[in-house]
């Protein structure tokens, strides 16, 4: 299948592998479009409902049972498309509100907060999409499903829930006129160290990074 026939006429709208394969399709052009930088004014909301998408087919995937590819062993696609500008140009875009803290497994008892940035989410989110599609590009649906759904479980899934919980309390900072604590210092090099976060640098007012990426006025 190639990038001509994606969508097809003689496809069923209404086939699972064809549902999914335009939801992840849509997330990888709409978060390479975010990436160019030309609408910053809307990064933030536009990737809370691409990511709040995204999700809604991981969901699917894991609601669906166990698919079981065709092959034994995965076929080769050679070499991974380089993300790294994808993330450098995301990493300057989100600028400051790139870092933030995640529990990694909520059911691990006393497991500290460690950092992570959203534009390394988006790009290993990406990573794992763009993988599957060049299964499925290739008229592999059975393997671009399978993987889908065994990444969905052992990374994405995880990955973009994250990612959606910190773009959630960016706007709603903002949209309810509460102020950020500054990361003081904080970054992905770094670990915690504690069971809670200390933020002693001063507060960041949620209108002070309202301007900078274009969320308009906080609430009164």
Do not use: C
Request: charged share 25%; aromatic share 8%; net charge negative.
């Amino acid at each position: 299948m190639s990038d001509a026939t994606l969508h097809a006429t003689n496809q069923d709208p209404d086939d699972f592998a064809v549902q999914i394969a335009d939801q992840v399709e849509s997330f990888l052009v709409a978060v390479m479009e975010v990436a160019k930088g030309d609408e910053p004014e809307s990064a933030i909301p536009f990737l809370l409902l691409e990511v709040s998408q995204l999700l809604l087919a991981g969901g699917r995937l894991g609601a669906h049972e166990d698919i079981v590819p065709e092959e034994r062993y995965e076929p080769d696609l050679g070499p991974e498309p380089d993300v790294d500008e994808l993330r450098e140009r995301l990493a300057r875009l989100l600028d400051p509100v790139d870092v933030y803290s995640e529990v990694f497994d909520p059911y691990e008892p006393r497991k500290a907060p460690v950092p992570a940035r959203i534009s390394d989410d988006l790009a290993d989110v990406i990573t794992d999409l763009r993988h599957g599609m060049a299964h499925y590009r290739a008229g592999r649906t059975t393997e671009a499903l399978w993987w889908w759904q065994f990444s969905y479980f052992s990374n994405w899934g995880s990955t973009a829930s994250a990612t959606l919980r910190a773009l959630q309390s960016v706007l709603a900072h903002v949209r309810l006129n509460q102020p950020l604590e500054e990361l003081d210092g904080l970054d992905t090099d770094q670990s915690m160290g504690d069971d809670t976060l200390e933020f002693e640098a001063g507060r960041v007012m949620a209108e002070e990074i309202a301007g900078p990426l274009g969320l308009g006025r906080p609430a009164k």
